[in-house]
């Protein structure tokens, strides 16, 4: 019986195929990873029998990097980045999606990929095959033994369908996602490095601790900065325009709208007034009622969906797409990303819309749709990709949360309206006659709703004015009203959409992600009406681009691109060609951009402080014993004025000076870092943060990774045990945590709080049986919690049952025994580093036993 793997996108995703495909009766197990389940059944494959295994990856099983010397900001030129090697890495190494995806596909005969429908998908196709060539029987690369599943919706009509009609994977489309992600790898990269270093090593109050640029993101953020400086260069004129009130039969006000609609002359106006001023009546002279139609709107794909979520739901684009994909795989609605919006010729339309003829929101509008006829929707663009976005079940408020049925409502809604009838609807126009001058009043009658009785948005009755033709009509009041123009309003999400899917900027996948990474990294700032405005960083960066390189910002340059990358999916264009041309230019461009610099810093001083007059006096440097500046604008770091050096600290939580106290390495003061009395913290030298001072310690680490052998600070002094929660990390006492002391790993969250409101916790040299190193704890008399109010007692925090009572265990604390802390030097290497030998007594003894 032949073995056959088949691999979803998601978890989810393939337990919901697992139960179509095996008719509910799979048996399920966890895969070793953790994250991944194998759903087991027997069936047939090609007529033969057969047993199946389901699983999943989580997303893109390999991301592309730089190799490891690369990605050091310090030691690596940025020119650099255009030429250097890269690799494939696990895109989440925890998960182990490589050893899970081997193990699994051991015996196996046959592959089969559930992944998503388009270009990502087919990229990931053939991570996965990448994966397994070793461990499957047979050739990967085989259309003999591997396939390719393509379906647009997880219902069982579409699943099964796609089971009985198997496909092969495209290596093209695959190749133009590959050819995409180095692009923007060695792109992004280089020019965020060097922005970043160099402006971030001169000014206090940029507030970003990244000033990236990205050949998508930039030209999105230059729509926003354009819209930016048409509002602040608009020059508001004065006009003027006449309003008159009439009053009908029925004594109602009418006010007309003036033919020649304003005067930017104020005395050319005025003599308009004076025509009229002194008329008592107005003359009907003409009423004209014309039948218009407002037509269904076409089916609906990405883009729309993204806009109706932003300018109509109150939901960024960004967030819809997550709730539109989690609606996709519990299978209330088909695919989602998709640029099509033409239903296929052999779409079920009528079969879809009978599902929702019991809902009790539009069931009623649905069973008056499917007696009087479905109407042929209107003609789309067939893009190739998926079918147009549709429901594909029933959801009632109670099994959806807000978003979701806020989402699920306008989709549904949508589908139904293509299939309505086109709004209709009567436009009433009077013309009136004044002392020679033209107005008008107009009016709009609803003759059928159609669509607009199923959308949200509908078409409202306006007054049509009750008056006759040659009618004769009393003027109540004429006057000149003044005005000024007004500038345009900052972009809305939904107009930025547009903008961007015009221009080609992204995909319909991407177009959510480059806008809400403008927006986290402090380059534009939602508004109300969710409007985007730009920020000064944002405004700067833009301007800067526009002085050195105008193509840098220009949305031309990313859709060349793009066209390109489309040529590689059709297999017109070569993959390396294209590669090698598209970053020679830019290699170019970051040479002329590094070059010319200085235009843009010239925007930034106007824009930001120096480091040098930014933050406050915090401590001292230890090559000059000046006080240091705290500058905490993101990201937070220390300056020396006299120096001219920046240090890098650590991020997201307090920094204090810890007693005054010096290293004895470099004079340097110390400080604490903390996440409050229940977080994480430690003890760490600013000037050993950025520059190690032992090979076995890495850079932005704490003393409590430090090997100096006799600092009472240093992980040497202070190290407990191995942490049982990862691989490398050593539990070690926080000497500024006292009196709430606690155990914290040096490389993971693991945190062990331990003899609350002791006077004094140190770690001695003794070991304990079980590895871990005895710890001595000292009691004031009156706060003693110790047996018979012993004001002192030594012991092993795992195993001394006095002790037991003492040491809390919350949610980040360890939940097995810590590995046993070997003694010996540290290494940096191996499970039993950390470990410390007995030390000699003097301290050049100590040195020399350290060193040599």
Same mark, same amino acid.
């Given at each position: $019986? ?6 979803? %996108? ?113 990229? #990931? ?28 919706? #997880? ?65 999105? +953020? ?15 004129? $004065? ?36 025509? *009229? ?70 779409? /079920?339309?009528?079969?879809? &819309? ?9 069931? @009623?509008?649905?069973? %008056? ?19 147009? #976005? ?12 807000? @978003? ?27 013309? *009136? ?14 003759? @059928?709703?159609?669509?607009? !009785?199923?959308?949200? +948005? ?8 009750? #008056? ?8 109540? /009041? ?12 900052? &972009? ?46 944002? *405004? ?44 020679? *230019? ?14 843009? /810093? ?20 230890? !090559? ?35 007693? %005054? ?33 032992? !090979?076995?310690?890495? !850079? ?143 301290? $050049? ?8």
């Amino acid at each position: $019986m032949k073995t056959v793997l088949m691999v979803a %996108e998601k978890p989810s995703l393939a337990a919901s195929l697992a139960s179509i495909l095996s008719n509910g009766k799979n048996s399920s197990r966890k895969g070793f990873n953790g994250a991944c389940s194998v759903h087991e059944w027997n069936g047939t494959f090609f007529n033969s029998p057969a047993r199946f295994k389901m699983t999943s990856v989580c997303g893109h099983v390999l991301g592309v990097d730089f190799i490891s010397k690369y990605n050091n900001w310090d030691r690596v030129d940025p020119i650099e980045l255009f030429s250097c090697q890269i690799e494939k890495k696990e895109a989440m190494p925890k998960l182990k999606m490589p050893a899970f995806l081997v193990s699994e596909a051991k015996g196996c005969d046959n592959l089969v990929l559930w992944l998503d429908c388009d270009k990502e998908g087919e990229n #990931i196709c053939f991570e996965v095959m990448g994966c397994v060539a070793q461990s499957m029987n047979g050739n990967v690369y085989s259309d003999n033994v591997t396939y390719r599943a393509r379906f647009s919706a #997880i219902t069982e009509k579409d699943i099964k369908a796609a089971f009985n009609n198997l496909a092969h994977p495209n290596e093209n489309e695959a190749k133009s996602v590959d050819a995409r992600q180095e692009l923007d790898l060695r792109i992004g990269c280089a020019f965020t490095r060097f922005q970043t270093k160099y402006f971030q090593g001169r000014y206090g109050d940029l507030d970003s601790s990244l000033i990236s640029y990205g050949p998508c993101q930039t030209p999105t +953020l230059g729509f926003c900065v354009q819209r930016h400086d048409d509002i602040q260069t608009f020059k508001p004129e $004065m006009y003027w325009s006449l309003q008159v009130t009439i009053k009908t039969k029925d004594d109602q006000d009418i006010v007309l709208e003036w033919q020649r609609v304003r005067s930017f002359d104020k005395e050319v106006a005025n003599m308009f007034l004076q025509l *009229i001023k002194d008329q008592k009546q107005a003359k009907v002279v003409s009423i004209v009622s014309k039948e218009k139609t407002k037509a269904r709107p076409v089916a609906l794909n990405t883009v729309e969906l993204m806009r109706v979520a932003s300018s109509g739901l109150g939901m960024g684009p960004h967030h819809a797409m997550q709730i539109a994909e989690k609606l996709y795989i519990q299978g209330y609605i088909s695919y989602p990303r998709t640029e099509t919006t033409r239903y296929p010729e052999n779409f /079920d339309l009528i079969g879809v &819309l009978k599902q929702q003829q019991n809902h009790s929101d539009w069931g @009623d509008d649905v069973k %008056e749709i499917l007696s009087s006829g479905v109407n042929r929707p209107k003609s789309g663009h067939d893009a190739g990709d998926h079918p147009p #976005i549709t429901p594909m079940k029933t959801a009632s408020r109670n099994e959806l949360d807000g @978003d979701a049925w806020k989402l699920y409502d306008y989709i549904t809604r949508h589908f139904i309206g293509t299939l309505a009838k086109d709004c209709k609807y009567l436009t009433t126009t009077a013309t *009136i006659i004044i002392n020679g001058e033209t107005f008008t009043a107009s009016g709009k009658t609803l003759l @059928d709703p159609g669509f607009t !009785k199923i959308m949200p +948005l509908s078409e409202k009755n306006e007054i049509v004015p009750n #008056i006759e033709e040659n009618e004769i009509v009393p003027i109540k /009041d004429a006057k000149l009203t003044e005005h000024l123009t007004c500038p345009p309003d900052y &972009l809305t999400e939904a107009e930025l959409i547009t903008l961007m899917e015009k221009h080609g900027i992204g995909t319909d996948a991407s177009i959510p992600v480059h806008i809400n990474n403008i927006c986290q990294r402090n380059y534009v700032t939602i508004i109300s009406g969710r409007k985007l405005k730009p920020t000064t960083l944002g *405004i700067v960066l833009v301007h800067g681009y526009q002085k050195i390189d105008e193509e840098l910002v220009l949305p031309t340059m990313r859709s060349a691109v793009e066209e390109q990358l489309n040529l590689i999916a059709h297999g017109k264009a070569n993959f390396h060609a294209v590669l090698k041309h598209t970053v020679d *230019i830019f290699k170019l461009k970051f040479q002329y951009f590094v070059k010319n610099i200085d235009g843009m /810093d010239q925007l930034f001083e106007v824009s930001f402080s120096p480091l040098s007059a930014s933050g406050k006096a915090h401590s001292r440097c230890g !090559k000059c014993r000046r006080y240091m500046k705290y500058i905490q604008a993101k990201p937070a770091r220390l300056h020396c004025p006299q120096c001219d050096e920046t240090y890098s600290i650590p991020q997201n939580g307090t920094v204090k000076l810890f007693r %005054e106290l010096k290293c004895p390495l470099d004079d340097f003061e110390l400080l604490c870092w903390t996440m409050g009395n229940k977080g994480k913290s430690f003890v760490f030298c600013p000037y050993c943060y950025n520059n190690p001072p032992f !090979k076995d310690m890495r !850079k932005a680490n704490g003393c409590n990774s430090c090997s100096h052998p006799t600092c009472p600070y240093s992980l040497n002094t202070n190290g407990v045990c191995n942490c049982a929660e990862c691989e490398y990390g050593v539990l070690v006492l926080d000497p500024s945590s006292g009196p709430k002391w606690k155990l914290g790993c040096n490389r993971c969250d693991t945190i062990i709080n331990l003899f609350e409101d002791a006077q004094k916790v140190s770690v001695l040299e003794d070991v304990c049986d079980c590895g871990s190193q005895i710890v001595s704890v000292e009691y004031k008399q009156e706060k003693s919690k110790l047996p018979d109010n012993a004001t002192e007692m030594k012991g092993c925090v795992f195993c001394n049952n006095h002790f037991s009572r003492l040491v809390d265990r919350p949610k980040a604390a360890v939940t097995s025994r810590p590995r046993p802390y070997r003694g010996g030097k540290v290494t940096g290497r191996g499970r039993g580093r950390g470990g410390r030998g007995r030390q000699p007594k003097d301290k $050049m003894a100590q040195l020399a036993a350290y060193f040599v």
